[in-house]
């Protein structure tokens, strides 16, 4: 099991210092005020192997503020045999002690698989008279992670963690950053990849890179804050199911009313491979660290092993999401405000462009590589599955040494996407990572326009 840290807050004015590793037990009987787990999370036992998977949920940007449940780590059950799910935080902050279920609910399987939810209790409002409609989940075959969005909040990446990583060969991944309003495209890193290999419980992350986002057509540069190559963690239990702590160790400082911690990184790595990183808003304990994405944190897939056939990337069908972060401002009344939409790309049975987007791809011309689709309302995706066409990605060219990798896609926003904040037709460079889970294609990007930077989280869906 994790390790336990029991925390003694009421001796000692003495500066003290305490490195805690992954499988170590503090045995001093002391006061007992926190629980924590190896990845320095509140809480020790393993999360269940059996019954519905437990995902970890990265913290997404809300605005300016990182949101997931009530601004930590999530905890999803998505039960596939009784049609419902719940979210979960941990936590010893204020009025909360302990996990706590923030919402709960159950789904409708629609059409692709898209699961729409259905939340019928929140934390602050306890059972409720009218479902709160409009919540969906792109999950993936096998249960091995996806993509949930609740009504009112930012789409947010899920990934099991039903039982730590095992990579003996290190394998190499490529992620993209969970951005915030304030990202900034020129300086702070927008994608990259890492070299994962483990030895039990240790974690072992090598050959890091990080790139900002090429602007005007130029290379991609290093970020402006500099980063590790090379960085050690430690797989556990924890309420967020098997995780990765990254450091391995968690230092108290000065145990008592004044205590500090060094603030972990946590990683989720499914079985299909799925990556998610989170840096912000772990329990009680806010984390600063970057190793890997930028912000709130990453997501990644493993690298492909041979350039990916572009062909076969384009004519495939999507579920997934359009997340725009929102602009920063002096002040929050004149920010532009963050969006996340429920989103389809790709039609079926067609090798030419489907007929609902003629008009759109007549305003911007042939794509050579394009994937064509756009927000989805609850019509739609309650009948035929497909929404609107008024979104476009051209990947443009594969990279020639990083398989997956586009270094300069274009995408195009129609002026009839509702988030579009210039309500015109227009595009604006981006990165795009492509990888398959289970042999199905994913496609992450991320990008900023004049106004905001924009992800897209596509799985997908035929």
């Known amino acids: 099991m994790g390790f336990m840290v029991w925390l003694q807050r009421y001796s000692s004015s003495k500066t003290t210092a305490r490195e805690l590793r992954c499988g170590e037990l503090i045995s001093s009987i002391l006061l007992l005020t926190a629980i924590t787990g190896c990845n320095g999370l509140v809480g020790s036992t393993a999360a ?82 009218t479902p709160i409609k409009g919540g969906y989940a792109v999950e993936l075959a096998g249960q091995a992670g996806g993509l949930v969005q609740l009504a009112t909040q930012p789409a947010t990446p899920l990934v099991s963690t039903a039982n730590c990583p095992s990579f003996p060969t290190a394998q190499t991944f490529q992620f993209i ?93 499914g079985p299909s491979g799925l990556l998610v990183e989170s840096i912000q808003n772990i329990g009680f304990v806010n984390s600063s660290s970057d190793v890997l994405g930028d912000s709130t944190g990453a997501i990644g897939v493993p690298q492909p092993s041979s350039a990916v056939d572009t062909s076969a990337v384009v004519g495939a069908q999507y579920l997934g999401f359009i997340y725009g972060a929102g602009a920063a401002a002096p002040s929050a009344s004149s920010a532009l405000s963050w969006s996340s939409n429920l989103a389809s790309f790709g039609f079926a049975g067609s090798p030419t462009l489907p007929s609902a987007c003629s008009a759109f791809a007549a ?18 995706a309650s009948g035929s599955g497909y929404g609107n066409c008024d979104f476009a990605i051209d990947l443009g060219t594969q990279s020639a040494t990083s398989n997956g990798l586009y270094p300069s896609a274009t995408v195009w926003m129609g002026s009839g996407f509702s988030a579009n904040p210039t309500q015109s037709t227009y595009s604006f460079s981006a990165v795009a990572i492509v990888g398959q889970l289970q042999g199905k294609y994913v496609i992450l990007l991320i990008g900023e326009d004049s106004t905001q930077p924009w992800s897209l989280y596509l799985m997908q869906s035929n």
């Open 48 to 129: 269940a192997t059996s019954g519905p998977p437990t995902y970890l949920s990265a913290v997404v940007a809300n605005g300016s503020q990182a949101t997931a449940g009530s601004g930590t780590l999530g905890i999803y059950d998505i039960d596939d045999n009784r049609d419902s799910y719940s979210l979960s935080t941990s936590s010893f902050a204020n009025a909360q002690q302990g996990t706590e279920v923030n919402d709960s609910g159950s789904f409708t399987v629609f059409a692709r698989g898209l699961r729409s939810l259905s939340t019928t209790y929140t934390s602050n409002g306890g059972i409720l008279s």
């Open 177 to 269: 950053t969970l951005p915030t309003s304030t990202w900034d495209p020129k300086t702070q890193t927008a994608f990259g990849s890492v070299s994962i290999g483990t030895s039990g419980s240790n974690v072992n992350l090598s050959s890091i890179q990080q790139f900002t986002l090429p602007v005007n057509g130029g290379a991609p540069a290093a970020p402006a804050t500099s980063y590790s190559a090379t960085a050690d963690g430690a797989c556990s239990p924890t309420p967020y199911g098997n995780t990765i702590s990254v450091p391995a160790s968690v230092t108290v400082t000065n145990p008592g009313q004044s205590e500090t911690y060094t603030n972990p990184v946590i990683l989720g790595i």
């Open 363 to 380: 305003q911007i011309g042939t794509l050579a590589s394009g994937i064509y689709g756009g927000e989805m309302t609850a019509t739609q």
